[in-house]
């Protein structure tokens, strides 16, 4: 079943992924740069064609697992063992996605996924082809609970799916959903490479609730994308006061123009006498440092 879901899913993300370039085209956002959709295509190519390697590993894994060490037998004819699958694979990816940003080793598989300079549907594309060597041990409660694995492997597909409509900048906030679900709203944050945001919203269904620590969507500080834009711009907030780090055309105090993707506004600069548009960003890495390793190293 899982195969059957990807098989028709496939082209509807390319039929998204049009309809948003043409809204884009219509609304005067520039969200789109071709040759950043093409390598984050290129990347998801990548990462399927890795994935028929490395499904081996975790299905067979978590196979082996909920034959031999399952301490319950669920049926996979309950309605009520689907939602829990779902709800639980999520908790689990939460766990994953949280420590793919915390943790070097899944940093380096993970922070591919954040070098896109724009974000729109194709960023969603640009996965990790590494993941799967270490992402299963995640989900091994899943296998000690007893889920069968007709149940894993479609529950992750479901996942996976609807983590593909949140990476777009066309769609507002949404109120309510935003504090219950992942939203495109929470999940710009989670892109975003300001400061305050590194490492936030980190979940893939849901925002809140178990294990779902999420940051609030309500803010207005515009939002840079890219790791490396943010090291652009960061350099020049390291010069200092006299800091080369000019806003966008069009840019003014405490803001930026609709679809620029520059140096992103905020109030929170520490460098104080730079203007809001110039916030003080601390750059991901393209390193097996992640953020919050380079974070405490700085605090040593």
Known sequence: MAEAIMFWAIPAFFLLIGIELVAARVMGRAVYRANDAIASLSLGVMSQVAGVFTKALTIGIYAVAVEHVALFELSATS???????????????????????????????HV????????????????????????????????????????????????????FWIHTELVP???????????PSNHRAHHAVNERYLDRTTAACSSCGIGCLALSSRRTIPIPWSTA?????????????????????????????????????GSASRVGVLPTWCISIRSRPSTLAGPNSIRRRRAH
């Open 79 to 109: 309605p009520w063992v689907w939602i829990a699958g779902l709800v639980l694979y999520d908790f689990c990816y939460y766990w994953l996605h949280r420590a793919g940003h915390e943790v070097n080793l899944l940093w380096a598989a």
């Open 112 to 163: 591919v996924h954040h070098q896109s300079e724009r974000y729109n549907l194709t960023t969603a594309l640009r996965q990790t082809s590494s993941g799967a060597l270490f992402g299963w041990v995640f989900y091994l409660p899943m296998a000690v609970l007893g889920f069968p694995l007709e149940v894993f492997a479609v529950v992750a597909v479901i996942d996976l799916l609807y983590q």
């Open 173 to 183: 906030k949404l109120g309510w959903f935003d504090r219950v679900f992942a939203s």
């Open 229 to 265: 834009r943010a090291r652009r711009c960061a350099a020049s907030i390291r010069s200092g006061p006299t800091s080369r780090c000019t806003p966008p055309s069009g840019a003014t105090p405490g803001g930026r123009p609709d679809g620029a993707t520059g140096c992103g506004s």
